[in-house]
């Protein structure tokens, strides 16, 4: 049975961190790519970061560049996402994701971040 589950979210105040992770189970972790998205209320699913099956290539979208970091450890199965310097647009459910490079296979559940002016 796969699992992706997400963990790690909460209240923050503006310029704060938070650090999200994700454990997945029930397929090849390794062989896949790992990312995550995120869905503010009344808005669209937005992609957030991806990093490669090991480890190497990742791609941040420009609103979260210089700020947010994907990052995955493969002897554990898990994707992290810190979060530095948050901002309240960063307000948002954070899902995690397994695929390839174009699209996506397995989702887990979320996280709710809220982040304080």
């Known amino acids: 049975q796969v699992q992706l589950v997400e963990s790690g979210g909460g209240l923050v105040e503006r310029g704060g961190s938070l650090r999200l992770s994700c454990t997945a189970s029930?397929?090849?972790?390794?062989?896949?790519?790992m990312k995550w998205y995120r869905q503010a209320p009344g808005k669209e699913r937005e992609w957030v970061a991806l990093?490669?099956?090991?480890?190497?290539?990742?791609k941040h979208a420009a609103s979260v560049r210089g700020r947010f970091t994907i990052s995955r450890d493969n002897a554990k199965n898990m994707v992290f996402l810190q979060m530095n310097n948050l901002k309240p647009e960063d307000t948002a459910v954070y899902y995690c994701?397994?695929?390839?490079?174009?699209?996506?296979?397995?989702w887990g559940q979320g996280t709710q971040v809220t982040v304080s002016s």
């Open positions: 994701a397994a695929g390839n490079f174009s699209s996506d296979e397995f």
């Open positions: 029930g397929f090849t972790f390794s062989r896949y790519f």
């Open positions: 990093v490669g099956e090991f480890g190497v290539a990742t």
